[in-house]
């Protein structure tokens, strides 16, 4: 029988002792989501929300209303039969109400289900009856796709569209309005004290080999993930900072960003359905945004479209990248521009912060150059998750900087099963495998070195795609690479670059070829680089090698010859 591995070695000390347990004289308030609404309200009510809405315009409002409007929300939501456990579907842009909806469904003890609009509609049918989602609250940009949905979607009971009457899409003609919903509801709610562990929110990873698997978040993982994410060590949020996550809300728990916000009084900047250079450049530049986080194509773009304005951003101090592999060029060219890239890891499986690059006193002693170049690694672990990296028999392997494993990982905020499983994800001393290929270096510094699918095996040996993808973005006129391995008859695989030049550049492969030459192994050289004009992005903005993998699969066969 499974046991929940947090409890284990507690359990183990104590075991036949508990006439020696002495208890603390400590308070002992469940870790709920709606705490942080209310310290948001009390504390930093003043504090603001601004973003682009999707009516037209910027919306801004504090978190005294916002707090007020969660409340309404989640009195409107009680009306309709919503209860502790109910699955509420969310598919949505970051936006204020979108906010409102995670404080005031969690309040009540029903579970926030956020949804990436971007999976092909087999998937988002299959994750709505998955998760039995019986609300559904939808941007007006989404009619048109609910409208379609809504057929396939059996446990649907309420349909609501986030905006006013005047908005009222036509696709979606008995649908409940937002703003009708929560007008008149009293603005405070008495939040029933939950257990700590149940869970207020679900997200499906996005499902990239089979069918999307749900991770059940519990008030307790998210509180003290906010905490983690929180941390020097880790976004180093504080009441002074300006957050804009261009990381969308349905990905990956929203990188925890809307709770640690909130608990810290941080400002939030939502860019609604705009997630491009131009809108987060403008944004930066208007609201004194301190942080921001996404993705490295998201982090590129913003890049460029700066580089194209010649703009200085005023207060931009760090930039959070995760979710793929952040290559040096992109650490530099924020460098250059005066702000420090975070890099961290994480999956939604780990709510999703794991590890950052955050310096130790050690490692700051190195040269400028050196520090930056630390930062390809993708970090420490901030204090909650703990690490390892075993070789295929399940040793545990050394930090050593050279020994590269299967990662895994655990803590509070890490999955232990996913949600309708049989089974437990976790092996029995609760560590989950991230399906992460890495090493740890001496001072605990970890880097990914592939997914363990992205791997090239070539001649027997392994190549990672990473490592290359960094040496090729390191040529000043490739802008974004990715580097698959493809079936070769002779080799297994080889490895084959797909590059994006810079824009208005000419160069050919034999150039990239020659930059590549004295820095890999001969085995690593690629044997061929393509150059394309977009690389193929999933559901969350991340390079999708696999469609990569699908339309080059035959270009080396007849290679042999
Ligand atoms: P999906 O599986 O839908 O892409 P996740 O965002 O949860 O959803 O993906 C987690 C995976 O993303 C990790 O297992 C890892 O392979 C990759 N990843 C996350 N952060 C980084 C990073 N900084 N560098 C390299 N890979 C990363």
């Known amino acids: 029988m499974f046991a929940p591995i947090w409890t284990l070695p507690s359990a183990k000390l104590l075991a036949g002792r508990h006439d020696r347990i002495m208890l603390s004289l400590m308070q002992d308030a469940p870790l709920l989501v709606s705490g942080i609404l209310d310290h948001a309200r009390r504390w930093h009510g003043n504090q603001e929300v601004v973003g682009h809405a999707l009516e037209g315009g910027l919306h801004r409002q504090s978190y005294r209303a916002t707090a007020a409007r969660s409340c309404q929300l989640a009195h ?10 109910t699955r509420i579907g969310i598919i949505a842009w970051n936006t204020h109400r979108h906010l409102e909806l995670w404080y005031g469904v969690s309040g009540i003890g029903a579970v926030a289900h956020d949804i990436n609009p971007r999976l092909s ?47 009222q899409p036509e696709d979606l003609p008995g649908a409940l309005i937002y703003e009708d919903l929560i007008a008149g509801q009293p603005e405070t709610y008495d939040w029933p004290q939950l257990d700590e562990r149940s869970a207020n929110a679900l997200c499906y990873t996005s499902g990239t080999t089979g069918n999307p698997k749900g991770v059940l978040y519990s008030h307790r993982s998210n509180v003290l993930h906010a905490l ?37 009084g941080a400002k939030l900047v939502f860019t609604g359905r705009h997630i491009d250079g131009p809108t987060l450049h403008s944004l930066i530049m208007e609201e004194g945004v301190t942080l921001a986080l996404g993705v490295p194509t998201i982090a590129l773009a913003l890049l460029e479209e700066a580089e194209r304005k010649g703009d200085v951003w005023p207060g931009l101090e760090r930039f959070i990248i995760a979710g ?13 521009r005066g702000v420090e ?21 050690r490692s700051a002693q190195g040269s400028h150059a050196e520090r930056i170049a630390a930062r390809v690694k993708q970090g420490r672990p901030v204090f909650g998750v703990d690490l390892k990296i075993t070789a295929s028999d399940g040793t545990v392997l050394p930090h050593d900087g050279q020994s590269i494993g299967a990662l895994k990982v655990r803590g509070p905020w890490v999955l232990k099963q996913y949600f309708g499983a049989e089974g437990p994800a976790v092996d029995t001393d609760g560590w989950f495998d991230t399906g992460d290929i890495a090493c740890i270096d001496e001072d605990g510094f ?12 070539s001649g027997g ?34 490895p084959v670059v797909i590059a994006v030049a810079n824009p208005e550049t000419q160069v050919s492969q034999e150039e990239v070829l020659d930059f590549l030459k ?16 977009a690389l193929p992005l999933g559901a969350t903005g991340k390079v999708q090698k696999s469609d990569l993998r699908a339309q080059y699969a035959d270009l080396l066969q007849s290679a042999a010859s």
Request: glycine share 6%; charged share 20%; with cysteine.
């Open 446 to 457: 970890m880097q990914i070195t592939d997914r363990a699918k992205d791997l090239i095996k």
């Open 341 to 361: 890239v975070v890099h961290c890891w994480g999956m939604t499986e780990t709510s999703p912060i794991g590890t950052s690059s955050a310096e130790t006193a």
């Open 76 to 85: 409107a939501l009680t009306d309709l039969g919503a209860q502790i456990g």
């Open 121 to 167: 509609s087999q998937q988002l049918a299959y994750i709505i009856g998955h998760a039995h989602d019986e609300f559904l609250f939808v941007d007006i940009t989404f009619a048109p796709l609910v409208a379609a949905l809504r057929p396939q979607c059996p446990s649907v009971k309420h349909v609501v569209v986030m905006t006013d009457a005047a908005h």
């Open 324 to 336: 793929s592999a952040a290559p040096l060029s992109m650490i530099e060219a924020f460098d250059k």
């Open 228 to 264: 983690g994410v929180s941390a020097k060590d880790g976004g180093n949020i504080g009441a002074r900072d300006v957050i804009l996550p261009a990381a969308p809300m349905f990905h990956a728990n929203g990188w925890g960003i809307p709770y640690a916000a909130l608990a810290h």
């Open 518 to 533: 004295d820095k890999v192994a001969k085995l690593w050289l690629p044997d061929t680089v393509i150059f394309t004009d």
């Open 461 to 494: 040996e392994w190549i990672s795609s990473v490592d290359l993808e960094n040496m090729v973005c390191g040529y000043d006129k490739i802008s974004q690479a990715a580097v698959i391995g493809v079936p070769h008859p002779k080799w297994d695989e080889r």
